[in-house]
């Protein structure tokens, strides 16, 4: 194995990653490397073999890691990384904050940050994907944030260097968001909290919950027409392209797409990634049968399938 730089922070050999994602699932890393503070990642990876891949990892809400794991030292940002402050109207937080405690402190402060509130997951991982809910994204109140290059260099980012489209940026690969910055509108704290609590309400009327899930499966598709005129273009859900392939509460293995949100792939608690990915795949498939759709996968699948168990034909075993 690469002999890796001695960090002040925690380094791990062969650490699993299953108990690292919200699914549950997925094999070990060669390594896993939770920096003390952005210097002491800086130095690190400046120190680090530039063969060596690195791949940055949040809380993972938004991930399948399969079953055979990552050959890369994975960098998960831990306490040094999770604070939250307050000038003006502005918000600073540091990559491990959790989405819904930035919301919670912006709403304090009287700026409307709400929209976080719901979405699971921290904020490095929500500024890589300009995550977004109820019409609103990270692009919308992005000021600037912090990364760490695979080189080591501490940069900052802007707007135009990320480039954000719709679950997209441009930040390289092994680049490392360390914190942000975002600017919000301005509120009143009672009326914010109203309004968060009517979105938690919400949310657990419609959507797993209680489950384990990874959040939304697949992106929601845009630009079909059921005419092909160009004054027929619409946008569409992903959960009722995938309801109406027949597909809401379809299950392969211990893998289910749940029947209360179709678009949520649910570990039923015996599940592999092996499984989750390949029910993945057959709804891809059902649903270009049915719709001529092609659904793209907003949950990031990454590693090697288990050595012993290659991925698994979606066709075999479903129900």
Request: charged share 25%; glycine share 10%.
């Given at each position: 194995?690469?002999?890796?730089?001695?960090?002040?922070?925690?380094?791990?050999?062969?650490?699993?990653?299953c108990?690292?994602?919200?699914?549950?699932?997925?094999?070990?890393?060669?390594?896993?490397?939770?920096?003390?503070?952005?210097?002491?990642?800086?130095?690190?990876?400046?120190?680090?073999?530039?063969?060596?891949?690195?791949?940055?990892?949040?809380?993972?809400?938004?991930?399948?890691?399969?079953?055979?794991?990552?050959?890369?030292?994975?960098?998960?940002?831990?306490?040094?990384?999770?604070?939250?402050?307050?000038?003006?109207?502005?918000?600073?937080?540091?990559?491990?904050?959790?989405?819904?405690h930035?919301a919670?402190?912006?709403?304090?402060?009287?700026?409307?940050l709400?929209?976080?509130?719901?979405?699971?997951?921290?904020?490095?991982?929500?500024?890589?994907?300009?995550?977004?809910?109820?019409?609103?994204?990270?692009a919308?109140?992005?000021?600037?944030?912090?990364?760490?290059t695979?080189?080591?260099?501490?940069?900052?980012l802007?707007?135009?260097?990320?480039?954000f489209?719709?679950?997209?940026?441009?930040?390289?690969?092994?680049?490392?968001?360390?914190?942000?910055?975002?600017?919000?509108?301005?509120?009143?704290?009672?009326?914010l909290?109203?309004?968060?609590?009517?979105?938690?309400?919400?949310?657990?009327?419609?959507?797993?919950?209680?489950?384990?899930?990874?959040?939304?499966?697949f992106?929601?598709?845009?630009?079909?027409?059921?005419?092909?005129?160009?004054?027929?273009?619409?946008?569409?859900?992903?959960?009722?392209?995938?309801?109406d392939?027949?597909?809401?509460?379809?299950?392969?293995?211990?893998?289910?797409m749940s029947?209360k949100?179709?678009?949520?792939?649910?570990?039923?608690?015996?599940?592999?990634?092996?499984?989750?990915?390949?029910?993945?795949?057959?709804?891809?498939?059902?649903?270009?049968?049915?719709?001529?759709?092609?659904?793209?996968?907003?949950?990031?699948?990454?590693?090697e399938?288990?050595?012993?168990?290659?991925?698994?034909?979606?066709?075999?075993?479903?129900e």
């Amino acid at each position: 194995m690469t002999r890796l730089p001695t960090p002040r922070g925690r380094l791990t050999a062969d650490r699993p990653l299953c108990d690292l994602t919200w699914l549950r699932v997925g094999g070990p890393a060669d390594w896993v490397f939770q920096p003390a503070d952005t210097d002491d990642l800086s130095r690190f990876l400046a120190a680090l073999d530039e063969d060596v891949v690195v791949f940055p990892i949040g809380v993972g809400s938004n991930l399948i890691v399969r079953d055979g794991g990552l050959r890369a030292v994975v960098v998960r940002l831990g306490r040094g990384f999770n604070s939250i402050s307050i000038e003006g109207n502005r918000v600073i937080a540091g990559a491990a904050a959790l989405d819904a405690h930035v919301a919670r402190h912006a709403a304090q402060a009287g700026i409307d940050l709400t929209f976080l509130r719901t979405i699971p997951g921290a904020v490095g991982g929500a500024v890589c994907m300009n995550a977004g809910c109820y019409g609103t994204y990270i692009a919308d109140v992005f000021v600037e944030a912090e990364a760490v290059t695979r080189s080591g260099d501490i940069v900052t980012l802007t707007a135009s260097d990320l480039n954000f489209r719709y679950r997209h940026t441009d930040l390289p690969h092994g680049w490392i968001v360390t914190r942000a910055v975002f600017e919000g509108p301005a509120g009143d704290p009672d009326a914010l909290d109203a309004k968060m609590a009517a979105q938690l309400a919400k949310r657990d009327e419609t959507q797993p919950t209680r489950e384990r899930t990874a959040g939304s499966t697949f992106r929601n598709p845009a630009g079909y027409s059921s005419t092909g005129r160009a004054d027929d273009v619409h946008d569409l859900k992903a959960w009722k392209v995938i309801e109406d392939a027949g597909m809401r509460g379809a299950r392969l293995g211990g893998a289910q797409m749940s029947a209360k949100h179709p678009n949520f792939l649910v570990n039923t608690g015996t599940a592999t990634a092996a499984d989750l990915e390949a029910l993945g795949e057959e709804v891809r498939k059902r649903v270009f049968q049915s719709s001529g759709i092609e659904l793209v996968w907003e949950i990031m699948r990454v590693g090697e399938p288990a050595p012993d168990r290659p991925a698994q034909d979606a066709g075999d075993g479903f129900e």
